[in-house]
């Protein structure tokens, strides 16, 4: 709905480093990107508390070597996880924040502020992150600002996706849609390529495969651009890929060096030593990207020791081939599903901080037999820039581009537990395919266990044929079921998923009409 207030709407690409919001200007015909205070583009995903203050932002980020284990960052790496997840507990590792088991299995980090103990939900934590823009965009469109598009990796789950929005929520945004990130960069892309970057002039249609490789997830699409809009044929990713893991990986060949040149000290236990480190590493990476061979030197690490070492580009490209090659994978994967030859494929636009890696974008070029990669958007504002095109549609601001269609899918698959023929539980049965257009409704029948009353509907999402392997979402019960004549009954069990990739299931007895509906969302 049109608010009367132009550009009040904004798009938000919530990173896992970095955050960046966007705003239509109707005016100017044009997107701008939204600066934060010290009139930046870019916004570290940081947040920091000390005995005085809490800081957001660059702020907090540079204050993180003084006061580590307050300073919170990768928050999106444990937005809608459990504690337990062995993705989690690694990552861990390597943090020098604190984290223990909340309510709800949610991983929850402890910090200490003002002098007191706080235990900080994820969502609470990115909501300060949020909120931080919220102020830099009112500042700077000079209006309130509440509705926004907000942009989630494509291969976030229901679980992630809710948690998101929540956050989104709490830290008073009306959120009018949550949109793959991919699938926002194809919307600039879209606009970019268009002449007079009007977009109804598109003329033909162009199949585009985005890569987006950030600090945290890795995010493949392929899509059709055209006059009608964006059409997401598949995606794919990693949603534990990224530059962290660049990073972390220097971060152990040093610790392991620093090992042997010393004896066995292990700098892990010392939060100030390791965050240094990171620091160091995460510097030395970028360097890589423009110089062959760099140095790590960092003042009295541990134990009053300095710590100095050369790292060659080759090296750090062989550290982390694993991760690359894993990257070319899942885009072989994505073109299987969008059932696509790699020929057949327009454009290769590449976003995200980590497809600055010389050696990454060699790969993907090689593996498109040598086509150029399409660099033509700045990498780090496409993201943001396509949110805030679309919420500018969305609220009805933006008369040049209002007939925009966009249709995404879902990344993953959808179904619930059931039964194999030998009656073993713990079997998944897919009701919505991964890669399936949204918004999707599925009806399923099923067959109550015989001679009970109750009936488990448990909702999984994921790939494995076995639930174990996949992500529990929600369990819940039906009760008091009619037996039909052979001791069963019949149960519908429906399966909605909404533009934004949020799933709601809802299941009935079909003879008394028993009716249980559950947003996954809100349990
Ligand atoms: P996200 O969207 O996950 O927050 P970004 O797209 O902002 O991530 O990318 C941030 C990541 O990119 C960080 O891991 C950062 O170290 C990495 N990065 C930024 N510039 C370079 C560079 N020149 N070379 C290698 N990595 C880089
Ligand atoms: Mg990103």
Redesign the pocket.
Known sequence: MSRGVKGAAIGI?L??????AAVWFQGKNRVEIIPNEQGNK?TP?CVAFDDTELFVGEGAKNQITRNPSNTVFDV?RLIGSRFGDSRVQKDMESWPFKIIEGPAEKPTVVVEFKGEKRELAPEALSSMVLMKIKESAEEFIGTKVSDAVITVPAYFNDKQREATKEASTKAGFNVIRLIN?PTAAAIAYGLDNMADKKWYKIDKNKNVLVF??????FDVSLLTVGKKGVVVKAVGGDTHL???D??KTLVDYCIDKFKKQHGEVDIRGNPRALGRLKVAC?KA??D???TTITRIEIDCLYGGIDFSIKISRAKFEELNLTYFEKCIQLVEKCLIDGKMKKEMVDDVVV???????PKVQRMVEEFFDGKKLCKSMN??EA?ASGAAILASRLSGNNGKIQDIVLIDVTPLSLGIEVKNMEGENGFMKVIIPRNTSIPTSKVEMFVSNENSTRAKIAVYQGESDRVKGNTLLSEFNLSGLTLGPNGTSKIKVVFDVDVNGILCVSAEEISTGQRKTITIAKT
């Open positions: 690409d990173g896992t480093t970095y955050s960046v870019i995903s999106k990130e987006d490789l950030g600090g945290g997830t990224g530059g962290e660049f990073d995460e990476k970028r890589l990207s423009s976003v995200g901080g980590s497809t600055r890696i990498g780090d993201v």
